[in-house]
């Protein structure tokens, strides 16, 4: 099996990046139980990824005590990257995403990845309504700055994925600007919220993994079930990424 490295990223916060690191990180569990699968968390306001005991995850502050991005420790993130091996998966605080994607450009971190044998993916996010706008320009800044296969993710949690023109995001001009550079498109659908959604807000709410929930009292037969469905569905969409896996 080749090294693979996850990197979320997305200028935006609130968006769902810590969501999504915790649905790569099960989902590598899933497919490949016998790997290392290693998280790290760089946000230094909602270390939400690492407070999920279920998942192994590091957290690895990049902030000095003045609240100021210290370069160098990105170093010690980059050198755990280059040193570790089975899938690594990174989720990178709104706080941090100019700073880490300029560190990225600075050091040809990608290229340093990929020489050393690391298959690296960027996942960003994509949401709909309100925030299309400034989610889709933060996929065109990393698109243009790194050459790594992208995972787009849209999540409908916001609001349907279409432009005041009435296009679908998928019918843009900065989707199809760097369509060969997608890797895979994983769609969040909006589910009903006093079923679906509620499910998952308390499952995340509890910083419970979807083995978690299956392994709880505190969640009925049916909510288990919609929790099935929803990993199912999604893994689903991972499945038709080509992760390279041997």
Same mark, same amino acid.
């Given at each position: ?21 915790? %649905? ?30 279920? #998942? ?14 210290? @370069? ?9 990257? %280059? ?57 065109? @800044? ?11 993710? #849209? ?49 995340? @709410? ?41």
């Amino acid at each position: 099996m080749h090294n693979i490295v996850n990197l979320i990223l997305q200028g935006k916060g609130g968006i769902g990046k810590s969501f999504i690191a915790t %649905l790569i990180a099960q989902y590598a569990i899933h497919k490949e139980p016998e790997q290392v699968v290693t998280g790290y968390d760089t946000d230094q306001e909602n270390t939400t990824f690492a407070q999920y005991q279920g #998942l192994y995850v590091e957290h690895i502050p990049v902030m000095t005590p003045d609240r100021e991005i210290n @370069s160098k420790k990105f170093d010690v993130l980059i050198e755990k990257l %280059l040193t570790g091996t089975g899938i690594a998966i990174v989720d990178n605080g709104a706080n941090t995403f100019a700073p880490l994607l300029a560190y990225l450009q600075e050091n040809d971190v990608i290229n340093l990845l990929q020489e050393n044998g690391k298959k690296v993916f960027i996942h960003t996010i994509v949401g709909g309504g309100d925030v299309m706008s400034d989610t889709a320009n933060g996929f065109n @800044s990393i698109a243009n700055c790194t050459d790594a296969s992208i995972v787009l993710w #849209l999540n409908e949690h916001f609001g349907e994925m279409v432009t005041s023109e009435g296009k679908h995001f998928t019918e843009t001009k900065v989707f199809h600007t760097h369509r060969d550079r997608i890797a895979g498109v994983v769609n969040l659908k909006m589910r009903k919220s006093t079923t679906f959604g509620d499910d998952i807000r308390r499952m995340t @709410s509890r910083r419970f993994t979807i083995k978690d929930v299956m392994d709880s009292e505190e969640f009925s037969i049916m909510e288990k079930q919609r929790m099935t469905t929803f990993a199912r569905e999604t893994y689903a969409e991972l499945d038709k990424i080509d992760w390279r896996w041997k």
